[in-house]
């Protein structure tokens, strides 16, 4: 069955970096669209980047310039640097990919930046 398994992330201080990671499996990896979203308390979800192959990718403009989508199809992994991080990228943080119309989501990762 399709699994989605996150890990990375934690406490950092901003100004700080993380990577996130999200091994998947299950489906054929390397030709669906990989998806980040982030959940912060009282927020609805936000779509934060995706990726559709190696250079088709998209940055949402609150992030942009800091965070980088990637995959390594090999490895079935799709990752999201965090770079220069603001105590406002604070959230839950959510890989997802659709499959058969699906929507799948991993477990969610806890990223919290301190000022």
């Known amino acids: 069955q399709v699994q989605l398994v996150q890990s990375g992330g934690g406490f950092v201080q901003a100004g700080g970096s993380l990577r996130l990671s999200c091994a998947a499996s299950?489906?054929?990896?390397?030709?669906?669209?990989m998806e980040w979203y982030r959940q912060a308390p009282g927020q609805q979800r936000e779509l934060v980047a995706t990726?559709?192959?190696?250079?088709?990718?998209y940055v949402a403009g609150s992030v942009k310039g800091r965070f980088a989508i990637s995959r390594d199809n090999g490895q079935n992994t799709v990752y999201l640097q965090m770079n220069s991080l603001k105590p406002e990228d604070t959230a839950v943080y959510f890989c997802?990919?659709?499959?058969?119309?699906?929507?799948?989501w991993g477990q969610g990762t806890q990223v919290t930046v301190s000022s």
């Open positions: 299950g489906f054929d990896f390397k030709a669906n669209r």
């Open positions: 990726i559709s192959e190696p250079d088709n990718t």
């Open positions: 997802k990919t659709i499959v058969s119309w699906r929507d799948y």
